[in-house]
């Protein structure tokens, strides 16, 4: 089936992911923790479920690549050419925080490139989607009770040339002294500070211009988005100048790279990754 009409039950899976998730958010909940400290409620791991049973109803034949499930080889995965990369629920620390800063997010990676991408923000009722040739469009719903309004989404489009002066975002939980480095480089330029994959979102609409992640993020945490900022007409480039891939590797960790809204304009280079030290 082609990523075009896997289109609409995608947002539907997203919607159903969101209703689950604000029922949680709406209660009092408990907090877990990963191996790497990384917030864990129910709300994830309902949003996964609702997602996985969804796509693999859907989708029988196309293997799923999930936060909640990452635990699949490399031996296995490298064998894959089209497989869906989730995360079921992004921002999990601004959902702790209750700030509304988290988003579901549903990738179809092919040939190690997203060619759709649906990104929901529950709280704030709006949707980000993208399939390959399609463009981008962004929906903002009175609720997530039904998708009836689908002919109101918006095409949307990345800000050239950027705003004067340029605005450059910046995670809300996670800084880091190379981020700072590099924004030194920058000229005059306002900070926004957003959580979870709106960060993306905020480029590919042309609220924000440039969005440089010197940190780490996995591969979960950036499919569906840069389909979304790729079809607006924007880059997410790694720091050899090259898109950001996927599933190349047994590590599912990203490099660091630069959501860019105008490709055209003068952004200072990622510096080059630091070299291993020899053994």
Known sequence: MQAINLLPDCLDCARRAGQAIMEVYAGDF??????????????????????????????????LLSEESAAIDWDTRQRWQRYWLIDPL?????????????TVNIALIEQHRPVLGVVLAP??????????????????????????????AEAIRVRQPPATPPVVIA??????????????QLP???????????????VAEGSADLYPRLGPTSEWDTAAAQAVVEQ????VLAAAGTALEYNRKASLLNPHFLV????????????????????
């Open 171 to 184: 995670s809300r939980s996670h800084a880091s002294a190379e981020l700072q480095q590099y924004l030194q």
């Open 188 to 202: 005059a330029h306002e900070i926004l500070s957003v959580g979870s994959s709106l960060k993306f979102c905020r």
């Open 232 to 235: 607006a007409g924007g880059q």
């Open 30 to 63: 408990s907090v877990q923790h990963k191996d790497d400290d990384s917030p864990l409620t129910r709300a994830d791991l309902a949003s996964h479920h609702i997602i996985a049973d969804h796509l693999h109803a859907l989708t029988p034949d196309i293997p």
């Open 260 to 279: 860019i809204g105008d490709h055209q304009h003068d952004w200072p280079q990622l510096p080059p990754p630091p070299q291993a030290e020899p053994i």
């Open 90 to 102: 992004d921002g999990t620390k601004e959902f702790v925080k209750r700030n509304g800063e988290f």
């Open 123 to 152: 709280v704030l009722n709006t949707y980000w989607f993208a399939v390959s040739g399609a463009g981008a469009q962004r929906l903002q719903t009175d609720s997530l009770q039904d998708l009836a309004n689908m002919q109101q």
